[in-house]
């Protein structure tokens, strides 16, 4: 991968896997970081990206599985209640997907007229 193709094809995904990196982890600073590294490990492992088929897949791929381990190293060191404002039950991949599904409401939410999304509470 060249550096063009790099700033072409890897760099306008940014915004987007922040915006997933937060829906996540909740936390727009730890969303950053993860963002920023994760661009500098398809950097330094670009000559390995050509038999990589959809470049936005892989990235959130990343993005995800950078989350996953930064939340169970959070587990070991913070209460799973505070992460999750829940029971003490929930395993760090339960508290991913109540985090994603709140943010694909919110986010159907804001894509219907004012009128009908006043019904939705």
Known sequence: MTEKRFNDEILPLHADMFRVAVAILGNRDEAQD??????VKIWANRQNLGKVGSFKAY???????????RLAGRAVTEPVEALAGCG??????????????LHYMQWAKDGIPPAQSADIK
Do not use: A, L
């Not at 993860?34 to 661009?39: F, G, L, S």
């Not at 990235?59 to 381990?69: A, K, L």
């Not at 003490?88 to 994603?100: G, H, L």
């Open 88 to 101: 003490s039950t929930n395993t760090p991949q339960d508290i991913i997907e109540s985090r994603e599904s």
């Open 34 to 39: 993860v963002v920023q590294d994760i661009m």
């Open 59 to 69: 990235c959130y791929s990343m993005v995800r599985n950078e989350c996953v381990t």
